[in-house]
């Protein structure tokens, strides 16, 4: 059997459910658990290195946060999204980030807009570089920090939650032609207007900054919508 899933770390103050459950959800969204896959108990368990219990439990658990479905005689699944759902996803992601930007624009600090201009040039660093993996740690990183300047944790968690379900996707959003290079001048704007306190305008710059990355997204997916990835189990 081919191991996919790393053991898990024991030295680590959380409990072993939650760590096989993070690890679970990390190997959903990054891929190496497909959509439509089968999760069979005894060999996730073999490959990380525990036992069936912490899996089980785990498993439920995606299944409440929406990473797993439940299909009856059948077992548990990794969960597809389809076009509906990734739109509907974006949609609510549009609104919020779009007030994002604009409560960042009226309460962010300085040291704050300093570390978004240090990581705007890691990311022109990996666009030179064609650093996928790398341009989508450091983005992640560059909303963050944004997120994290509207001084409203409440709307930071809904917004992470959401971001969360799609993760899996975003590769297949920057891998795009061009996209990499388009992203990076959209956040310089969004950081020009953040710094210049044109709430207006940064609330204007974030929907279309997350609106392209949809149209971009729906487009790959549609052509690929007969692919494994974008069904449901059934």
Not at 39 to 65: D, H, N
Not at 106 to 111: G, S, V
Request: with cysteine; hydrophobic share 40%.
């Amino acid at each position: 059997m081919e191991r996919r899933l790393i053991p898990v770390s024991l030295d680590n103050y959380k409990p072993l459910r939650e760590i096989v459950f993070e690890a679970l959800r990390e190997a959903i969204i990054n891929g190496t658990l497909e959509p439509g896959e089968r999760l069979m108990e005894i060999q996730l368990a073999e490959e990380m290195g525990v036992s069936r219990t912490p899996v089980r439990e785990a498993i439920r658990k995606l299944e409440l946060e929406g990473f797993v479905v439940m299909v009856p005689r059948k077992g548990a699944y990794v969960a597809g999204l389809s076009m509906k759902d990734i739109a509907d996803v974006f949609e609510i992601r549009t609104a919020l980030e779009s007030l994002a930007a604009g409560l960042a624009a009226e309460r962010i600090t300085e040291e704050e807009l300093e570390n978004l201009e240090r990581l705007l040039v890691k990311i022109g660093e990996c666009v030179q570089a064609n650093d996928l993996d790398k341009l989508i740690e450091v983005d992640t990183e560059f909303h963050d920090v944004l997120f994290k300047a509207t001084r409203n944790e409440r709307l930071v968690q809904i917004i992470s939650n959401l971001r969360e379900q799609i993760q899996r996707f975003r590769t297949t959003s920057l891998a795009s032609p061009g996209r990499m290079k388009y992203a990076l001048e959209e956040h310089k704007k969004i950081v020009e207007a953040v710094s210049e306190r044109n709430v207006e305008l940064a609330q204007k710059l974030a929907a279309e900054h997350i609106e392209n990355a949809e149209n971009i997204m729906l487009n790959v997916l549609r052509e690929k919508r007969e692919g494994k990835g974008f069904k449901s189990a059934e």
